[in-house]
Nanobody, 124 residues
Framework: QVQLVESGGGLVQAGGSLRLSCAASGLTFSNYVMGWFRQAPGKEREFVAAVSRSGGVTNYAGSVKGRFTISRDNTENTVSLQMNNLKPEDTAIYYC?????????????????WGQGTQVTVSS
C-alpha cells in the first residue's frame, strides 16, 4: 500500500527556514501529483503547494507564494518543501499527499493518500 512519511518539522523563529521532506513507497511515484497541505489547531486542512508528475508545473497557495518552494526527485521517490521567511501563522501540522489522477490540484478531495504529518512551529 501507499506509504508517505514526512520529516523535517520543528521549532523555528520567525524569519527562519525549514525544509520538509516526504518519502513515498508502495506506488509508482512518477505517476502521482504530489502536494503539501497544512492544518492549524481549530482550522480546516488547507492547501500549501503541489507539483506535477514531472516536476515541471507547480501550484502554490497565495499565502506562501514567494516564500515556499516545492520540488520532487523521481529517482529517490521524495517530495520536498523548502520554507523560507517563516511566519507565526505558518504554524501547523504539515501533510504530504499523493494524487493519482488529477492535475496540480489545491483540493483536499483530489488526494487519496496522506502521510501522518510533521509539526512546524514558528515562534514570534
Amino acid at each position: 500500500q501507499v506509504q508517505l512519511v514526512e520529516s523535517g518539522g520543528g521549532l523555528v523563529q520567525a524569519g527562519g527556514s525549514l525544509r520538509l521532506s516526504c518519502a513515498a513507497s508502495g506506488l509508482t511515484f512518477s505517476n502521482y501529483v504530489m502536494g503539501w497541505f497544512r492544518q492549524a489547531p481549530g482550522k480546516e486542512r488547507e492547501f500549501v503547494a503541489a507539483v506535477s508528475r514531472s516536476g515541471g508545473v507547480t501550484n502554490y497557495a497565495g499565502s506562501v507564494k514567494g516564500r515556499f518552494t516545492i520540488s520532487r526527485d523521481n529517482t529517490e521517490n521524495t517530495v520536498s518543501l523548502q520554507m523560507n521567511n517563516l511566519k507565526p501563522e505558518d504554524t501547523a501540522i504539515y501533510y504530504c499527499a499523493a494524487n493519482r489522477w488529477g492535475t496540480v490540484s489545491s483540493q483536499v478531495g483530489s488526494y487519496a493518500d496522506w502521510g501522518q504529518g510533521t509539526q512546524v512551529t514558528v515562534s514570534s
